[in-house]
């Protein structure tokens, strides 16, 4: 045992923070937030190689922020703990308080695209609960599939456009995707305003709302409008 308890941890705190340190790590544990993916899956979600990603992942399992089965040819990667996402949270609420850059780019495009106050984890509950909302996961299929917000409907970013019919326009529409970063729900609001919808985004994404212990489903059948 180390002469120096406190430093002998403070060298594992800094194997996390290591593992943290990438871009393309923490953008995997975006994906994996929204549910267990294959490094199959996860090179290609992301634009990296196969090998690359594997890389990437030892360094997040080795830090004990991801957990790993074997499932038959494939190995499947998952959140080790829902704790990560807490991380994150952390992470990002300090990085825009501190850091001038990230202040900007969060002005300069995030703000410009969302003129109105999002709506949090608790009002949209409320208006669930009382049926004044569509609720609209922006998500790709698959990952609508992994898990979503109860009652949600799947419709992908890219065909929003052409689904806009599919929407009742008398009703509010609450979009959300992967998280307080994701672009998605804020392409799909502005769409959807254009398009004379009262629309709003959630104020952060499902790995958040999963994580509050919100009522949450996954289901291998896409729910339509």
Not at 165 to 182: F, H, M, Q, T
Request: hydrophobic share 45%; proline share 4%.
């Amino acid at each position: 045992m180390s002469a120096n308890p406190k430093h002998a941890i403070f060298s594992q705190f800094a194997i996390v923070a290591d593992a943290l340190a990438h871009p393309h790590r923490l953008e995997i544990l975006e994906h994996l937030a929204q549910g267990e993916r294959s490094v199959e899956a996860l090179a290609e979600r992301i634009g990296l190689s196969v090998a690359n990603t594997s890389q990437h992942l030892h360094r997040l399992r080795r830090a004990g922020l991801v957990a790993s089965e074997r499932k038959g040819k494939f190995i499947s990667y998952r959140l080790a703990d829902e704790a990560v996402i807490g991380l994150l949270s952390a992470l990002r609420k300090l990085a825009e308080r501190r850091l001038a850059e990230v202040d900007r780019i969060v002005a300069g495009y995030f703000a410009a695209r969302d003129s109105l106050e999002p709506i949090s984890r608790q009002e949209l509950l409320r208006r669930v609960q009382k049926g004044l909302v569509t609720v609209l996961d922006v998500r790709p299929e698959d990952e609508f599939a992994l898990g979503h917000v109860l009652g949600a409907v799947n419709i992908p970013l890219g065909e929003l456009k052409s689904r806009l019919a599919e929407l009742d326009p008398g009703r509010e529409v609450v979009a959300y995707c992967r998280g307080p970063y994701c672009v998605l729900a804020f392409e799909a609001v502005a769409e959807l305003r254009r398009s004379g919808f009262r629309a709003y985004r959630l104020e952060d994404g499902f790995p958040e709302w999963k994580a509050e212990g919100l009522p949450v489903a996954a289901d291998a059948s896409v729910k339509r409008p």
